[in-house]
């Protein structure tokens, strides 16, 4: 909450523009084929969760971690098994686990010892050694279970990321206008209940709902009403 209002403040005080800054969202999703088709409906959490494959992660990674098992309500392993079976997600390919599984100087040092060249970033070093030595590639990460979305997969995680996007700006943008108006209740009220909707809410030791408006209008309206005493000197069309 501290960041949304600082920032705040910045634009209410002339020191960096006005919203213009937000990062739009892109419409190329919703124009995708398949876009909102037949998708199935998923609760929050489970998108959040598909999303986190829309980059080749192993499919063990949030094996037991008692934090998404309660906000998924089940654990994450039995999730991934059926975002499998639904066709959510499919196994990466061989030059994709060895790009997410290796450092590039692992690479290079494979791709030396089969006299393969060595130059490129890693997208090409890894698919070298995948079409060059498959052996030797397959060999370096034996063991692993490297899951990305599939085509279906990633339409729905990536419209559920513009649409929090989307949500995240409509969240700024009200709090940002509060603050211009000295409605600081509001401005406090808007961030409170974008976090109550987040899987995985910021601020630790925060409860979202039960946030103390009376004190936090207060600290604002002392932030915005008092000067501190190094800026006595400064005229206030220089602040």
């Not at 919203?19 to 998923?42: I, K, T």
């Amino acid at each position: 909450m501290l960041r949304w209002l600082r920032r705040g403040l910045r634009v209410v005080t002339g020191q960096c523009h006005d919203g213009n800054d937000a990062v739009e969202a892109p419409d190329e999703v919703a124009r995708r084929p398949g876009a909102n088709r037949g998708s199935p409906q998923l609760p929050k959490a489970h998108l959040f969760l598909l999303s986190r494959f829309l980059h080749p992660r192993d499919a063990r990674y949030f094996d037991g971690d008692a934090n998404w098992r309660a906000v998924l309500g089940e654990p994450p392993e039995r999730v991934v098994r059926r975002f499998v079976k639904e066709g959510l997600l499919e196994p990466a390919s061989l030059a994709e686990c060895l790009e997410a599984k290796l450092t590039v100087d692992e690479l290079k040092r494979l791709l030396r010892s089969h006299g393969l060249p060595v130059s490129g970033r890693k997208p090409e070093l890894a698919r070298r050694l995948a079409d060059g030595a498959p052996d030797a590639a397959r060999q370096a990460v034996v063991g692993s279970e490297m899951l990305r979305c599939t085509d279906a997969g990633r339409v729905l995680a990536e419209e559920y990321l513009v649409a929090e996007q989307r949500r995240r700006r409509q969240a700024e943008e009200e709090s940002l206008q509060a603050l211009k108006e000295r409605r600081f209740r509001d401005a406090v009220r808007s961030v409170a209940e974008y976090e109550r909707e987040q899987v995985f809410p910021r601020g630790i030791g925060l409860e979202w709902d039960r946030i103390d408006l009376d004190a936090w209008d207060a600290t604002l309206r002392r932030i915005f009403t008092c000067r501190p005493s190094i800026l006595a000197g400064v005229t206030k069309d220089r602040l």
